[in-house]
């Protein structure tokens, strides 16, 4: 029963964090909220099944995950210095699609997207260095047996 529940879920509950990800410069939420979120998915998908179905959730390297939000958070701070501005400086751009109409596209989304991955690469190294011992002994115990 949860594992059909959870296969339904985890796509809405990803798409709420996106959403918490993207509203939270005028909103409450950004990156850590919407990280928070999504790891959360991520640890019901596990609960539902195990190891193998964290894996086929997210087939990324937690590590690459982590390193490439830290880079992204970083160059977010730092980028604005070499155009003149301080670290952590903000611009929002503003982007005409036909459909949609104007797109404000702020500069600290970058840092947010950045912390998201961090957040969510955290979640998943611990899920999986911790939660796969668990499996392992588990499988271990049912081939003693």
Known sequence: ???????????????????????????????????????????LRYLAGGRYELSEAAPVQAGLVLGAGMAIAVLAGVLPLLFGGTVFASATPVVQVPLLGELHFPSALIFDIGVYLVVVGVILDFLRSLGAQIDQQQEAEIDAR
């Open 1 to 43: 029963m949860l594992e059909v529940i959870t296969r339904i879920a985890f796509p809405m509950i990803m798409m709420f964090s996106v959403y918490l990800l993207m509203a939270g410069h005028n909103l409450p939420g950004g990156g850590f909220a919407g990280g928070l979120v999504a790891g959360l998915a991520l640890a």
